[in-house]
């Protein structure tokens, strides 16, 4: 009796542990809030209504998926990855209002003050007459891209402030 019901035990942990794994190969995944870092950055994975989810790979691999905090940060990563035009790749982001999982490159964006990296974006499922396509919320996240570079490009002291 004892060791039947060890058996059983150990296989209800083997399938919870086993059944937590990444096993998609399409769509968004799960994100474990505060817990997740962002694969550009580093910084925790928290806005739920900014964030986005690149799921690609090699050809000749099975998908993996990225997470990151911001819109920004899954473009400009995702453009220095040699895959990024493979049929497979995906990019999802938060519905800026309700954090549902869209399709990035069907959403329509709107500009907003504050985003966790300050990309300025939120994507909507819903395009209006007002929003960004996907392809002009690239160019905007490059215009902030390098704003930020060229603020915090280093400036030699002169001899007063050395």
């Known amino acids: 009796m004892f060791k039947t019901a060890t058996q059983l035990w150990l296989l209800t942990l083997t399938l919870l542990l086993t059944s937590c794994g990444e096993d ?7 994100v474990r809030w505060d ?7 580093a910084m925790a994975v928290s806005g ?4 986005a989810q690149v799921r690609g790979g090699k050809p000749e691999k099975k998908t993996k998926l990225y997470k990151f905090d911001d819109v920004g940060c899954a473009i400009i990563w995702l453009d220095d990855q040699h895959w990024k035009d493979d ?3 995906e990019v999802w982001v938060n519905d800026y209002k309700t954090g549902d999982w869209i399709n990035a490159k069907t959403a329509g964006y709107v500009k907003i003050k504050n985003t966790p990296m300050d990309y300025g974006l939120g994507a909507q499922a819903i395009k209006a007459p007002n929003t960004l396509s996907f392809e002009q919320a690239k160019k905007h ?16 002291l002169s001899e007063e402030q050395q």
């Open 48 to 51: 739920r209504n900014y964030s």
């Open 87 to 89: 049929p497979r790749t």
């Open 24 to 30: 998609q190969t399409t769509g968004a995944g799960k």
């Open 141 to 156: 996240i490059y215009k902030v891209e390098q704003r930020f570079n060229n603020l915090h490009k280093a400036v030699p």
């Open 35 to 41: 817990r997740e870092i962002c694969a550009r950055c």
